[in-house]
């Protein structure tokens, strides 16, 4: 059984957005989920597109996928890759599947000069913590992340 | 003396600069900054900008900055807006600058149709999480932020 790890193709859109959903249930936080193909489609293969994504397809099917599109650091000075969400299915985790997606979106970060590749963890997801560790990857401990949506966005919005 | 929010052009790079460094060593960050005009210029201002920026000006001087760019959620399928600077100086805090130019982005965030707004703090900045809280902002406590950076990236780039 051959798996294969390649770039994302409008084809994939119905199968990423299951996987997605799939991914938003592991994460307790399906109340978030609103995405739909035409907004997954429009945001990967259209005009200006949002974010790039690959897929990991064993036996045919797509299993897992990594999106991601480009941040930049003030600091560095330098553009940077934000993997947004990287999912291998449940019953193929260890199976190297989720390392080579990982790797992959790492080696196109350095091939576009980019001085850091990150993204985030929710931090009881410890089988991911010790996962992302071992490839090499630092949690950093004293960052939180701030959001603004909804109601609070419209509300600070109305003022400027 | 007037206050004006407005757009960053490319004779903003120098005094933006200097406000980098200085949030920089705010940050007690000052080991990671090696941004230059010439990079800053290029993601600001060059033919595929990287970021946008908005300035404080008070007295014909820049005061302040807010730089950001756009993200992508796959739960929600929208884009989003990421602050990845917002400064002001010390000495004119609570003057307003940084609640206008928050907003400011915000309002932008709205226009465009953006899902989120988000940015990030660290934990012991206290006076941005009251003033982040106070703006309608919510402090996520379970999220962390995972980073490969230098030999690191190098090394997981390498194996793919």
């Known amino acids: 059984m051959t798996d294969i790890i390649r770039e994302a193709t409008p084809l994939d859109v ?11 249930e592991y994460e307790k ?3 978030l989920f609103e995405a739909t193909e035409e907004a997954l489609a429009e945001a990967l293969f259209g005009q200006h597109p ?12 797509i299993v897992g996928y990594a999106l991601y599109f480009q941040n930049f650091s003030t600091f560095l000075g330098r553009r940077g890759l934000y993997l947004e969400d990287l999912y291998v ?11 080579a997606l990982l790797r992959r979106v790492a080696a196109l970060a350095v ?3 980019c001085g850091r590749f990150e993204w985030s963890v ?3 997801n410890q089988s991911a913590i010790d996962f992302y560790t071992k490839m090499g990857a630092t949690v950093m401990p004293d960052w939180r992340i701030v959001r603004v949506t909804d109601d609070a966005l419209t509300k600070l919005a109305a003022a400027a």
Request: charged fraction near 20%; charge should be positive.
């Open 29 to 31: 936080l399906t109340h």
């Open 122 to 124: 929710l931090d009881w």
């Open 89 to 99: 299915q449940p019953a193929l985790r260890g199976s190297g599947l989720g390392t």
């Open 14 to 24: 119905s199968g990423m957005l299951g996987l997605m959903h799939e991914l938003a």
């Open 111 to 113: 091939a576009r000069k």
């Open 50 to 61: 949002a974010a790039e994504a690959i897929v990991a397809e064993r036996a045919g099917k």
